[in-house]
């Protein structure tokens, strides 16, 4: 099983960055796909960003344009990269990752969750 640690949050005013780090903690054969989702009271999570571990990248409408998602595979590192950050992108972002222990054990892992405030 791989733990997933989050770090980068915060509070800014909208228009500014911030840079969401995830670092992936233990042994797998694969961890593909690595994404961010968020989280707001009330609702479902929802994807933000998605990638794959040959670099191939799929992000929800809203975010296209303005948030970059990345990867280091070797340090089992996933990086969002938030820019003209809005109010309404105001959530608790959570990591998560795919993988398999073997050919035939799969498995899902969450982070705990970082907020992000964003203020007009």
């Known amino acids: 099983q791989v733990q997933l640690v989050e770090s980068g949050g915060g509070s800014v005013r909208a228009g500014e960055s911030l840079t969401l780090s995830c670092e992936g903690n233990g042994t797998a054969r694969t961890l593909d796909p690595m994404g961010w989702y968020r989280q707001v009271p009330g609702k479902e999570r929802e994807l933000v960003a998605g990638?794959?571990?040959?670099?191939?990248?799929n992000y929800a409408e809203s975010v296209r344009g303005r948030f970059t998602i990345s990867r280091d595979n070797a340090k089992k590192m996933v990086y969002l990269q938030m820019n003209s950050l809005k109010p309404e992108d105001t959530a608790v972002y959570y990591c998560k990752v795919d993988g398999r222990r073997t050919l035939w054990e799969s498995f899902s892992s969450w982070g705990q969750g970082i907020q992000v405030t964003v203020s007009s």
């Open positions: 990638i794959t571990s040959d670099g191939n990248a």
